[in-house]
């Protein structure tokens, strides 16, 4: 069964940098990275930088669509108006059923703020106590909504057909 996990940091560069760890953890089979992405959130800006990992775990296991969806819940609604947000709203409805619901979203979008960072991402199988030893010291909040193995069909099928 694949998880998908949100991470939040205190500060604007540290999911990238964490996701370079887990890459090189995923090297030696002690996470299975399925696919990642980032947000980088740095003070004084009106939005975050957000940007798909793919060179650190392959094709992945999704495309750019549905992170690009997932973003723009998150953080580009209030700048499209009422009337994008409403259609993003029902887009947002149909990623329900990929285990992704409105409190997921909502918890995200208010911890994930400006001066603030965030690692998405989608693992197989982990092993813990490794990946909790490889981070050290490192201080995150994690969210999390695990996906069941129909999910996870339905979310590759849906926003990467090809694999």
Not at 32 to 40: N, P
Not at 122 to 141: M, P, Q, S, W
Request: net charge negative; proline share 3%.
């Amino acid at each position: 069964m694949a998880a998908l996990t949100v991470w939040k940091f205190n500060k604007p560069e540290e999911a990238e940098e964490v996701l370079i760890k887990l890459a090189a953890l995923q090297k030696e089979h002690i996470i299975d990275l399925k696919d990642a992405a980032t947000v980088s959130w740095p003070e004084g800006k009106k939005k975050p930088k957000t940007k798909q990992a793919v060179n650190l775990v392959g094709l992945g296991a999704l495309d750019g669509a549905f992170w690009g969806l997932l973003f723009g819940l998150l953080f580009f609604c209030p700048i499209f108006g009422i009337a994008v947000g409403a259609s993003m709203g029902a887009l947002g409805g149909s990623l329900r059923d990929y285990g992704i619901n409105d409190d997921f979203i909502n918890e995200v979008k208010s911890k994930v703020t400006e001066g603030t960072s965030a690692l998405f991402l989608l693992t197989g199988d982990v092993t813990l106590d490794k990946v909790r030893e490889a981070l050290g010291g490192i201080t995150a909040e994690l969210i999390q909504s695990n996906l069941s193995n129909e999910q996870e069909a339905k979310l590759k099928e849906h926003f990467h057909p090809e694999a």
